[in-house]
């Protein structure tokens, strides 16, 4: 009898802690191992009750298992391109399984596709992106900027899912793109309908391309609010909260947005748990792009810079 409740108690923990693990932790248990896209699905649904880990889990498996088809980038440019051959596969979620690898909309595709299967309510968002390459948006311009992510409806709220983004290579960040707050995702993603903003007051292209570029690092090194820039009769002052005394801020400026020098006339200014980057408005003569990079030291004393972390233009 002794042996019986051994063995019902070590059935009923085993279940009980496997349906407690996080999304993130499952993913990264059985990443790399071999399953149908059925399969991927009965796991899920069998070890995971709660859907924002079970959405988490799909996100991180996507991440780990799912390739950037670097390749079909390049080829697209080329005369050579055959769109039903060579692109076509992102718009079946049994072949992008089976491919292991997609471009942005396989990504959104095969993410609705599990989120479907789990029955959680789901979206694929076509808009534009800006990143360190491009801080501005011309829509006329930037085809290569367009892009695809998720909406996700949990508990009655919608929220912001990049798998591809999540993909990107960097550790740091990787985390940072599932359940984006909306303030924060328009910093980089502007959507084509305005609704899935997810913001109260939508911004226009034209606001969003005057806001400021904020690249995720800023976050998931310890930034937890965004920066803000104002201005008096005689000053701009850069400004955001404190973080540590192991990150330094740095400003650089460039009259054409591509040779950058460091701003040396600057002050700088530090009340209550606010840092203001201080320097004079006669420097602005025509349209001035500021560049913020970041220096941390880390735990090792080892120093770390990060380039290109925000930009904005001063007019």
Known sequence: MKKTYIIIFFIVFNFCYSQGKSGKVLAEKISGKTFTIEGIVNYANKNISDDYEKAKFFYYWIGSNIKYDNELIEKMSSPNYNYDLDYSYNLSPKLIFEKKKAVCYGYSVLFKYFMDKVDISCLIVSGYIRDERNHYLNLNKDSDFSHAWNIIEINEKWKIVDSTWGNSGEIEVSDYYFDILPERAILTHFPENPKWQLLENPLTLEEFNKSIYINAIWFKIGFDQIPKVLKDDKYYYFTYKKNSDKLDVNIE?????????????????????????????????????????????????????????????LQ
């Open 253 to 313: 400026i460039s009259y054409d947005n591509i040779k950058f020098e460091s701003l040396t006339k600057i002050t700088k200014i530090q009340q209550d748990d606010i840092n203001y980057l201080r320097f004079e408005k006669k420097i602005v003569t025509k349209l001035l792009y500021v560049k913020v990079n970041i220096t941390k030291i880390d735990e090792e004393e080892f120093t770390i810079k990060y380039d290109d972390v925000i930009n904005f233009k």
